[in-house]
């Protein structure tokens, strides 16, 4: 027995779950395992395992967790924590996500994202708590992965002058559109992190998962998230009548809101195509690799958009296009 299970143990046994079977349950990109536990009553919660020794830390789950419940948000509610060790008892919320819901009964799409629409809605209504800021500067050094961990791994060398014109100009957009005021951004808003609740009501049918790294950020930024998600196609359709919905119920600025959109978009995705070079080259997980055509999709999309401009050139030219070639070169 390991010294993480023997520490397991010796939590859940001060808690209503002592005794109860175990399973593991699919866990993330980053060091948290999960397992389902089951008393002999049929009742049911999730154990959290996230070692500190490996850089992780319950605190901001269970914080942010009881924030989003006192807005009447479905984040996992805590019933029990050792956070010097790393261990949560939470909430099973069960195995509805969004991405295996959908394909299930595609017509419900539309249903599913305007709930996790409305969530947002909640979010940008509600008061902020204290958060780091998740401003130009580091969404810039962010955007800056994509030459660090994509495109100078595949040519072989930097190209530090790109990637410094690129930071300067790109910086200066976000600058200048991404004003006002922030909110909530949980930052991986998307179909594999979202669970369908149907017996719930409102944004509450909505589960919430993965919002331990939340920051206080621009209001577009979960929308991007849930809508060019790279695990899945959003249909234009969706994507279109949930940033109309969004709009109208918020009261922002169209024009200003679909710009901000698309920068953020760029942004986000930019950031996503040196996360998955990192995790395929220096992780050894190449189904990261695999989403990298979708992901420059996106960021060929959303470069498009006039506020862009002063960086769009200087992507297409210094940013290789993941061709199989470049792609088995992430896979090594």
Same mark, same amino acid.
């Given at each position: 027995?390991?010294?993480?299970?023997?520490?397991?143990?010796?939590?859940?046994?001060?808690?209503?779950?002592?005794? +109860?079977?175990?399973?593991? @349950?699919?866990?993330?990109?980053?060091?948290?395992?999960?397992? !389902?536990? *089951?008393?002999?009553?049929? !009742?049911?919660?999730?154990?959290?395992? /996230?070692?500190?020794?490996?850089?992780?830390?319950?605190?901001?789950? =269970?914080? %942010?967790?009881?924030?989003?419940?006192?807005?009447?948000?479905?984040?996992?509610?805590?019933?029990?924590?050792?956070?010097?060790?790393?261990?949560?008892? %939470?909430?099973? @919320?069960?195995? +509805?996500? &969004?991405?295996?819901? %959908? #394909?299930?009964?595609?017509?419900?799409? +539309?249903?599913?994202?305007?709930?996790?629409?409305?969530?947002?809605?909640?979010?940008?209504?509600?008061?902020?708590?204290?958060? $780091?800021?998740?401003? #130009?500067?580091?969404?810039? $050094?962010?955007?800056?992965?994509?030459?660090?961990?994509?495109?100078? #791994?595949?040519?072989?060398?930097?190209?530090?002058?790109?990637?410094?014109? &690129?930071?300067?100009?790109?910086?200066?957009?976000?600058?200048?559109?991404?004003?006002? !005021?922030?909110?909530?951004?949980?930052?991986?808003?998307?179909?594999?992190?979202?669970?369908?609740?149907?017996?719930?009501?409102? #944004?509450?049918?909505?589960?919430?998962?993965? &919002?331990?790294?939340?920051? +206080?950020?621009?209001?577009?930024?979960?929308?991007?998230?849930?809508?060019?998600?790279?695990?899945?196609?959003?249909?234009?359709?969706?994507?279109?009548?949930?940033?109309?919905?969004?709009?109208?119920?918020?009261?922002?600025?169209?024009? $200003?809101?679909?710009?901000?959109?698309?920068?953020?978009? /760029?942004?986000?995705?930019?950031r996503i195509l040196g996360v998955f070079g990192r995790l395929g080259l220096d992780y050894g997980k190449p189904h990261y690799v695999d989403m990298i055509p979708k992901v420059w999709a996106h960021v060929m999309r959303d470069i498009a958009d006039p506020a862009l401009a002063p960086v769009a050139q200087l992507l297409r030219d210094s940013l290789p296009?993941?061709?199989?070639? =470049?792609?088995?070169? @992430?896979? *090594?």
């Open positions: 027995m390991t010294d993480r299970s023997t520490l397991a143990d010796s939590f859940l046994a001060t808690t209503f779950m002592a005794g +109860a079977t175990r399973g593991p @349950l699919a866990g993330d990109a980053s060091n948290r395992r999960y397992e !389902r536990l *089951r008393d002999a009553g049929g !009742r049911t919660a999730v154990l959290m395992d /996230a070692p500190p020794d490996k850089g992780e830390d319950v605190r901001p789950f =269970v914080r %942010i967790a009881r924030h989003l419940h006192g807005l009447g948000l479905s984040a996992p509610e805590i019933y029990a924590e050792d956070t010097t060790h790393g261990f949560l008892l %939470i909430e099973d @919320l069960g195995d +509805a996500l &969004f991405s295996r819901v %959908i #394909p299930k009964d595609p017509a419900i799409e +539309a249903t599913l994202y305007r709930a996790a629409t409305d969530v947002l809605v909640t979010l940008a209504q509600a008061p902020l708590p204290q958060l $780091d800021p998740y401003g #130009p500067q580091r969404m810039t $050094d962010l955007a800056c992965l994509a030459f660090t961990k994509y495109r100078d #791994p595949v040519a072989g060398a930097a190209d530090a002058q790109a990637q410094t014109e &690129f930071a300067t100009r790109f910086r200066e957009i976000l600058e200048r559109t991404t004003t006002g !005021r922030t909110v909530l951004a949980q930052r991986d808003y998307h179909a594999d992190n979202l669970l369908w609740l149907p017996e719930r009501e409102g #944004p509450a049918r909505v589960g919430l998962l993965d &919002f331990q790294d939340a920051m +206080a950020g621009h209001p577009a930024y979960d929308l991007v998230s849930l809508l060019q998600d790279v695990r899945r196609d959003v249909s234009p359709e969706v994507e279109d009548q949930m940033l109309a919905h969004y709009i109208a119920d918020t009261g922002v600025a169209d024009s $200003d809101f679909r710009t901000v959109y698309r920068v953020l978009g /760029a942004q986000r995705n930019l296009e993941p061709t199989p070639a =470049v792609l088995a070169r @992430l896979r *090594r």
